[in-house]
């Protein structure tokens, strides 16, 4: 089968024929109808996340925000047959730990990061597997759009999950996000479709005025103001800060303006992985976060039950995830747009449909 392979850190990739996958008697090998372009695939491209012991080798094919229609079945898979129409977290649970068993299968003590370690290749592939297929499989409603739902991948889901479930966001609530990339604009038209009223920060205009598009309030152009926090809390009543604010880019001068951007008792959401200049590490303003009682919180992905939860506010108008695909690319462009992601010129989600 044809797929994008990796030749290690910043080296070209190509697309070549490669052996296809085996399938697993828990697992399941889905034939690719589409998968997402994410900016983890840069950062795995880059060489990033050396330091959670996430190491990209030579022969590795990412993808990890895919759809497809199911071509075998393992032997102990009883939830999906051949031909349904599937998707999957990325974080490959394995159902059976304590997190798994309470439901947070995103936080899985075995997790597997689908198209980042050589024993679970990702989706630019013309077909990919998936282990723990009762567990991590999603079929799709008969109605479902591959492209918009490779769109939920890693970024949209992410956000929902966050917003859903790690903050505690409700209507009327002002929510801060930082970063309008694929996943900081899913965390606006979540935090939209949810009742709160978002300001939007960045450097390109574009990527503001998307947040328009999806449901920002106000924005702040970050080259246009000297003090990022105090743009963001001027909007909001009586100066007071955002009850919620998110970094959804991961460099250290993010996650601090949205910490310092937060209300009395406010939450920050971490939902940007950081480069290889912090290295995972960024210093905060604690001082503040502990006279102000402020929270900081991470969200990893999204356990597969949640899908339902996106469905039914999609059925009822609220969601529309394929308003941030941005675009659509074949197999043999994806290394070229991976590669362009380190400019951030992306605005919104690119998806190859094209294999």
Avoid at 22 to 42: F, I, K, L, M, Q
Avoid at 116 to 142: I, M
Avoid at 324 to 346: C, F, H, Q
């Amino acid at each position: 089968m044809r797929a994008v392979v990796f030749d290690g850190p910043g080296e070209p990739m190509e697309v070549r024929d490669v052996p296809r996958p085996d399938c697993d008697p828990d697992g399941v090998v889905v034939e690719t109808e589409a998968c997402g372009v994410c900016r983890s695939d840069w950062h795995a491209w880059q060489g990033d996340w050396s330091w959670v012991g996430v190491e990209s080798k030579p022969g590795l094919i990412f993808g990890h925000e895919p759809v497809g229609i199911v071509q075998e079945v393992g032997e102990n898979v009883t939830s999906v047959e051949v031909g349904d129409r599937v998707t999957n977290p990325f974080n490959l649970a394995d159902g059976s730990c304590p997190m798994c068993q309470q439901g947070k299968q995103n936080v899985c003590e075995r997790s597997v990061p689908m198209g980042f370690v050589d024993f679970s290749k990702g989706a630019f592939a013309e077909e990919y597997a998936v282990s723990a297929a009762d567990t991590n499989v999603v079929t799709l409603p008969d109605d479902a759009d591959p492209v918009a739902v490779a769109g939920l991948g890693c970024r949209f889901a992410t956000a929902f999950h966050g917003m859903t479930h790690r903050v505690d966001l409700g209507p009327g609530d002002w929510v801060a996000v930082h970063g309008c990339g694929g996943v900081g604009l899913s965390a606006i038209h979540v935090a939209d479709a949810l009742g709160a009223n978002v300001v939007a920060v960045d450097l390109k205009q574009a990527a503001l005025d998307k947040a328009r598009e999806l449901g920002a309030a106000h924005t702040v152009k970050v080259d246009e103001v000297d003090d990022v926090p105090r743009a963001v809390k001027g909007f909001t009543p009586r100066n007071r800060g955002a009850d919620v604010s998110v970094d959804a880019l991961g460099i250290a001068q993010t996650c601090r303006n949205s910490v310092r951007s937060l209300a009395t008792r406010g939450q920050h959401l971490q939902i940007g992985l950081t480069t290889s200049e912090e290295e995972g590490e960024v210093s905060l303003p604690v001082d503040e976060i502990v006279f102000d009682e402020r929270e900081f919180l991470g969200s990893y992905g999204m356990p597969a039950h949640e899908y339902d939860e996106i469905f039914r506010m999609t059925d009822a108008g609220k969601l529309d995830p394929g308003a941030i695909v941005s675009e659509t690319v074949s197999l043999e462009e994806v290394p070229d747009t991976i590669a362009s992601m380190g400019e951030y010129d992306t605005v919104g989600i690119p998806v190859c449909n094209e294999f």
